[in-house]
Nanobody, 120 residues
Framework: VQLQASGGGLVQPGGSLRLSCAGSGFASDKYAIGWFRQSPGKEREGVSCIGTSGRLTHYADSVKGRFTISKDMSTNTVYLQMDNLKPEDTAVYSC??????????????WGQGTQVTVSS
């Protein structure tokens, strides 16, 4: 099982980015996938998750209404569309297999992170 996150970068406040998490080594309907973020001095935060079929989604209150998670079953890729970005969204974002509920619990597999920096 491998998860490859990409799409981070530098963006101005109010801007957008789309992160991708490409899965390999497993069927697209086997695991729920979630996004986590961590910045220096802060605890890791579960940002969003999507269920095995792509119908169930959950969001942290801090990103609700600004972030959208989606899944392409044909390519086994999960996307995190991030709009209206704020400086406090600055963090390393990583994806992982998860237990997807209102509390996002990281599972056994996770990928390397991608840096998101929101700054003017």
């Amino acid at each position: 099982v491998q998860l490859q996150a990409s799409g981070g970068g530098l963006v101005q406040p109010g801007g957008s980015l789309r992160l991708s998490c490409a899965g390999s080594g497993f069927a697209s309907d086997k695991y729920a996938i979630g996004w986590f973020r961590q910045s220096p001095g802060k605890e890791r935060e579960g940002v969003s998750c999507i269920g095995t079929s792509g119908r169930l989604t959950h969001y942290a209150d801090s990103v609700k209404g600004r972030f959208t998670i989606s899944k392409d079953m044909s390519t086994n890729t999960v996307y995190l569309q991030m709009d209206n970005l704020k400086p406090e969204d600055t963090a390393v974002y990583s994806c992982a297999t998860v237990l997807c509920s209102s509390v996002i619990i990281r599972g056994a597999y996770w990928g390397q992170g991608t840096q998101v920096t929101v700054s003017s």
